[in-house]
């Protein structure tokens, strides 16, 4: 029962163009969503979270989409870098549950030079 | 301005055997997480501890997989008679108090476990 799904396994992208990285859920009562990247070898790094009473977040080339309704998130990076090329987590947390984060299984996103 | 520190970064052990999974969390840091991430899945929370306290284990299995966070040295996630469906990535994560925004949980490299 995959309530946090990340359906790309992984996303090739030309260095200097947008990546858009999606992401869904099934559960309702999820009210803040995260993004993490991982480098091989290295722990998940926190890189730009929304809660649900938005529906964007914006740091820098990150922003994060937030569609209620349709019960998806999309990550866009733009421009495209090639320390961009990891793997990126999608996490969700529900208000009553908020130190325990379900992630989904991670988008390789591979940025060509 | 060492990082959550974990060891060792690959341990591979044999069916039956025990697994001792370390982690050293940042200096100042009294929260500890331990997740696990099968291959091709995301991580799953096991386990929040604080010094000397288990907060919420509802995550790790309830046979062989013990924690401990002791009051002085590393915490510790312990895997006794380990199968081969134990093997996958064990991370930990350390904030300074209870994390109630994610960006204060900072990751260790992981230790991958490998059973034969």
């Known amino acids: 029962d995959q309530q946090v799904k990340q359906n790309s396994p992984s996303l090739s992208v030309q260095e200097g163009r947008i990546s858009i990285l999606n992401c869904d859920y099934t559960?309702?009562?999820?009210?803040?969503f995260l993004w993490y990247k991982k480098y091989p070898a290295e722990g998940p790094t926190f890189l730009i979270s929304?809660?649900?009473i938005k529906d964007k977040n914006e740091d820098g080339r990150f922003t994060v989409f937030l569609n209620k309704s349709a019960k998806h998130l999309s990550l866009h990076i733009v421009p495209s870098q090639p320390g961009d090329s990891a793997v990126y987590f999608c996490?969700?947390?529900?208000?009553?549950?908020?130190?325990?984060?379900?992630w989904g299984a991670g988008t390789k996103l591979i940025i060509k030079p | 301005n060492a990082g959550v520190m974990q060891n060792p970064r690959h341990l591979v052990r044999r069916r039956g055997q025990e697994a001792r999974l370390r982690c050293s969390p940042m200096?100042?840091?009294?929260?500890v997480y331990w997740y696990r991430q099968l291959p091709e899945e995301g991580l799953k929370f096991m386990v929040y501890l604080q010094k000397e306290n288990i907060i919420d284990e509802s995550g790790m299995p309830k046979e062989r997989f013990s924690a401990e966070f002791p009051k002085e040295g590393p915490s510790i996630l312990r895997i006794q008679q380990v199968v081969r469906g134990d093997s996958a990535a064990y991370f930990c994560?350390?904030?300074?108090?209870?994390?109630?925004?994610?960006?204060?949980?900072?990751f260790g490299p992981g230790t991958r476990l490998t059973v034969l």
């Open positions: 994560a350390s904030s300074p108090s209870f994390a109630r925004t994610y960006n204060e949980q900072f």
């Open positions: 929304i809660s649900s």
């Open positions: 200096k100042g840091h009294s929260h």
């Open positions: 559960n309702s009562m999820f009210d803040y």
């Open positions: 996490a969700a947390s529900a208000e009553d549950s908020n130190y325990q984060l379900i």
